[in-house]
Antibody, heavy 120, light 108 residues
Framework: EVQLVESGGGLVQPGGSLRLSCEAS????????MNWVRQAPGKGLEWVSY????????YYADSVKGRFTISRDSAKNSLYLQMNSLRAEDTAVYYC?????????????WGKGTTVTVSS | SSELTQGPAVSVALGQTVRITCQGD??????ASWYQQKPGQAPVLVIY???NRPSGIPDRFSGSSSGNTASLTITGAQAEDEADYYC???????????FGGGTKLTVL
């Protein structure tokens, strides 16, 4: 079964850091591009970041650029999101999502998400 | 940067047809995809590209596009189709991924 499982969420103070992980199974992770998407409480979906299959191409939303870093480890079938200088507005459920081949903005497999709460 | 605009809510009688629309300049260059999200669940891809359905998505879901507007049509809406629907595409200027604000579908 194709599956993505996020972890690493939690409560963090403003200005703090957190590292999210996403473990993939059931498909050849190294062949797929990946995205992080978040959803603030009661709000819509917001794209956060993209990474190519070989990590050579990376994009960030303006709202997180310079604070968040996406990475991947194909040996561990895992995707990561290092989040620094966290703000209250970063509070959200964070989803990792697999991109369709050749269409990095279409996402065909999603994890269940991990919740990040930024609060003092 | 570009953005995608959706109406906040739409309703449909059980078994009838409903269209959900998404507008944006980038849609003149790139097809949209559509996601269904039920409360407390992750989004599910229902339509991508010109009009493609992933495996397991009922054929009552279809997509179309004209100019700067993409549409998701549900022909013969079922109670289980009640959900939030999001369109998505990419920025035509940069490389950013865009999501619409979402449309809440109520099946009466």
């Amino acid at each position: 079964e194709v599956q993505l499982v996020e972890s690493g969420g939690g409560l963090v103070q403003p200005g703090g850091s957190l590292r999210l992980s996403c473990e993939a199974s059931g498909f050849t992770f190294s062949s797929y591009e990946m995205n992080w998407v978040r959803q603030a409480p009661g709000k819509g979906l917001e794209w956060v970041s993209y990474i190519s299959s070989g990590s050579s191409i990376i994009y960030y939303a303006d709202s997180v650029k310079g604070r968040f870093t996406i990475s991947r480890d194909s040996a561990k079938n895992s995707l990561y999101l290092q989040m620094n200088s966290l703000r209250a507005e970063d509070t959200a459920v964070y989803y990792c999502a697999r991109a369709l081949p050749s269409y990095y903005y279409y996402m065909d497999v999603w994890g269940k998400g991990t919740t990040v709460t930024v609060s003092s | 940067s570009s953005e995608l605009t959706q109406g906040p809510a739409v309703s449909v009688a059980l078994g009838q047809t409903v269209r959900i629309t998404c507008q944006g300049d980038s849609l003149r260059s790139y097809y949209a995809s559509w996601y269904q999200q039920k409360p407390g669940q992750a989004p599910v891809l229902v339509i991508y590209g010109k009009n493609n359905r992933p495996s397991g998505i009922p054929d009552r879901f279809s997509g179309s596009s004209s100019g700067n507007t993409a549409s998701l049509t549900i022909t013969g809406a079922q109670a289980e189709d009640e959900a939030d629907y999001y369109c998505n595409s990419r920025d035509s200027v940069g490389n950013h991924v865009l999501f619409g604000g979402g449309t809440k579908l109520t099946v009466l």
